[in-house]
Structures are given as C-alpha cells and as structure tokens.
C-alpha cells in the first residue's frame, strides 16, 4: 500500500467517528482543507488540513505527532509542527483531555503563528453541517503534488513510526 493510499484510507476510516459533533471527522478534515484552501494557503498546509486528523483512525491520542511523522518527508518543518501541536492548539476550544493552557508552552516555536492560524481559523471552526466544503476528489491533485516532494528525512523518524504503531495495534489487541 503506498503512502497516498494508506492516508486516504485513513481518512475513510475517521467518517465512522463524530467525536461527539454533528460532522463526521472525515467531513471536518474536508472542512479544514476547504478553509485553509479558501484562505490562500500553501499546498503543504492545505494537506496537513486534509490530514491533520487522519490517524485517529489509529491512534486517537496521539494522532499529531503520528501524522507529522507519515507527512514529515512531504512537507516542511514548521507544517510538521503544526500538526505535532495542534492537539494542544485544540484544548483551548474543546475538552480533549489537555489543558486549554497548553498551547503557551509552543510560544517560542517559529511555527506558533501558523498553528495558532491553523486551529484558530481552519480547525476548531470546521464543524458547520452547513459550510460549503469541497469534495475530497478537489484535493487529490493537490495531495498527489505534495507527496510527490521530499524533504530529508531522518531514520529515527521511520523507527518512531513503526515503534508506535507497533505500540498501538498491540493495545488494539489488548483491548479486544
């Protein structure tokens, strides 16, 4: 399965989950990507948009910093980031078991603008049953463009991701 199938997939797999919203998680990640889309931002970002939510179909708790990991090699740094912290970005709208505080510990972060922008104005909004939200098919090239670039990517990276997802498929086990 490469990269672009394994994100749509799971993306698919976030329209089972509302998280408590009338919009499913697939159609705010559609919502996201249409928002961030509209307001002239790059291709990067529009696809961490798209993504930013997509490993929750893994991962609930850490699907951030797992889908920074997937994107790392496609986009750069301060996108990575963005999705690394927008969990904590998140709390000061909603409950997610992080404190509404957490966002100032990313202050000094060259990356603190954009994820305040990100959350502020693309995610946390991005729950409107009645928004006009593009269709995924609208996205693809884009995704296709930006999967295509690479960025260097370090090894530990590739071994944080297997680790975790080791991790969480023997949780899943667990569980069951």
């Not at 931002?41 to 997509?54: G, I, K, N, R, T």
């Not at 699907?63 to 000061?92: K, N, P, S, W, Y």
């Not at 078991?97 to 100032?104: A, D, K, L, N």
């Amino acid at each position: 399965m490469s990269k672009r199938e394994l994100l749509l997939t799971m993306l698919e797999e976030t329209a089972q989950s509302f998280s408590g919203f009338q919009v499913n998680d697939r159609g705010h990640a559609l919502q996201t990507a249409t928002r961030a889309c509209r307001a002239g931002a790059d291709d990067e970002v529009v696809v961490a948009a798209l993504f930013h939510d997509a490993a929750k179909a893994v991962c609930a708790l850490r699907h951030g910093e797992l889908i920074a990991d997937m994107l790392q090699q496609h986009v750069r740094a301060e996108v990575e980031q963005v999705l690394r912290m927008h969990q904590d970005f998140t709390a000061a709208h909603l409950n997610n078991g992080r404190g509404s505080w957490r966002r100032w510990l990313h202050a000094w972060r060259p990356s603190y603008r954009l994820t305040v922008q990100f959350v502020d104005e693309w995610d946390a909004p991005s729950r409107d049953p009645s928004y006009p939200t593009e269709p995924l098919d609208f996205f693809l090239p884009t995704v296709d463009r930006v999967l295509t670039a690479r960025y260097p990517v370090r090894q530990s990276v590739v071994q944080r991701i297997v680790r975790r997802l080791r991790r969480e498929l023997k949780e899943r086990i667990k569980s069951k």
